[in-house]
């Protein structure tokens, strides 16, 4: 039985690869002092480990370092790279590893720690399938050169050696693979607000959100 606290706010968004989605779920967390998960990382982490520990890697494995898991191992540079993020979209296929992964995303979201007012959860399918009764919910998207050029900056700022048409390729492909999966695919819920940040600043991003979580918390 799953502890869940209560009163708390609780904020989910999906989007495609490099929308912008985790920059913004970042500031809403920081302000509304909210506990936040970026569950693509969770994928991420474990496509890693794939690519590190071939020989070691199952079902036990993942399990094991799920549960040891903690917010700042997912902060780990690693796991931006496009290798990862490709292996990241395969994994996240495989029916067993999502139920390893979904239990800890319910946690998070709904028992996180005493000192913060919720949860903001960012992924794929968190506002039909791991929050669905979440107070607010946001399809954050972009035109796919705008989220490929963005993808293409942040690895250049990490020093990777790579084309931008090979980072336009990966997000078409990640793109594909996430609309089209058959487990838990990406897709906008009919509740969700629908926010295109192609041609928006990030400050203006947030305060579009900003205004739409305001205007329900202060009625």
Do not use: W
Request: charged share 30%.
């Amino acid at each position: 039985m799953m502890i869940k606290r209560k009163n708390i706010i609780k904020i989910a968004i999906d989007s495609p690869a490099a929308a912008g989605a985790g920059t913004l779920a970042k500031a809403i967390s920081k302000h509304y002092n909210l506990f936040y998960l970026d569950t693509g990382k969770i994928y991420r982490m474990i496509a890693y480990l794939k690519i590190k520990f071939p020989k070691k890697f199952n079902q036990d494995f993942i399990k094991s370092k799920i549960k040891t898991l903690k917010v700042k191992d997912l902060a780990n540079k690693a796991l931006l790279s496009d290798e990862v993020g490709t292996e990241a979209s395969i994994i996240s296929k495989v029916k067993s590893t999502r139920k390893l992964v979904h239990s800890f995303q319910l946690n998070f979201a709904y028992n996180p720690p005493k000192n913060y007012k919720g949860s903001c959860l960012d992924g794929r399918d968190i506002t039909y399938n791991i929050v669905p009764d979440a107070d607010f919910k946001f399809f954050i998207t972009a035109n796919v050169k705008t989220r490929a050029l963005r993808r293409y900056k942040e690895l250049k700022s990490l020093k990777k050696v790579i084309s931008f048409q090979e980072v336009l390729k990966s997000i078409q492909n990640r793109d594909k693979s996430d609309y089209n999966r058959k487990i838990s695919p990406l897709k906008k819920t009919k509740d969700s607000v629908l926010l295109n940040t192609s041609k928006l600043t990030k400050r203006a991003c947030f305060l579009k959100i900003k205004k739409i979580i305001d205007g329900k918390l202060n009625t």
